[in-house]
């Protein structure tokens, strides 16, 4: 018997091509990780550039490359990528610099100077964490405070300012000290010199010597710790 010239000599059916790929998807799990970091990353630099408000879905996709409905795909709502932002990249420091005080509760310089050493590590590996911060936490125009707050609370500061207080009853800091600005002093001593410094750094005629991140970490420790005391 003859087989016809379109099926195979063993008999068998052709098997049937198979249903090409939706466009915009992620083609695995590692690589729709991948892609979804890079998004939030994306997001959170043009947020720092020029704000939450100002920056659409449809920036993001295209700064990242992508097309909005793959940006669509991950975060369905401006709302739902924030939320991912603050439960991924914020909370997460947040937690960290509270945990300083709960690992060195005796000792106030060495939290002091672990809070610093944190700040300038968390800068430098995460270009679009100084401005972002400054204008979208610090600010009173920032749009992300009540929303952290919101979501995660304010434990990690109120057990901080607990243990400022504390130190202070037992002689150990300056009872001058104000516990609620602890916080906005070290950033003003570690971030805003290092944003400052990039500018300093490439003009030859601003300073004698390139400021490094560990130069800014030092003298804010010693303003910290020691004051302007000799």
Known sequence: MAHHADQPSSGKPTPRPKKARRPGRPTGA???????????????TLFARQGVMETPLSAIA?????????????????????????DER??????????????HAGDP??????LVERLMQTATE????PAFWMREIISDSGTLRERIVKRHGNLHMKSAIDCIRHWQKEGKLNPQFEPYLLFIT?????IVPLVASKAWNTRADALQRKLSPADIARHAVAILSQGVSP
């Open 109 to 114: 310089v060495t939290v002091i100077t672990q």
């Open 30 to 44: 590692s690589n729709g990780l991948e892609q979804r970091n890079r998004l939030l990353d994306t997001a959170l």
């Open 90 to 103: 914020i909370q997460p420091r947040r937690e960290a610099i509270g945990k300083v005080f709960d690992m």
């Open 186 to 190: 070290i950033f003003g001593l570690t």
């Open 62 to 86: 295209r700064a990242a490359g992508v097309t909005p409905a793959m940006l669509h795909y991950y975060f369905k709502t401006r709302d739902q990528l924030l939320d991912v932002l603050i």
């Open 126 to 129: 995460c270009p679009w964490f």
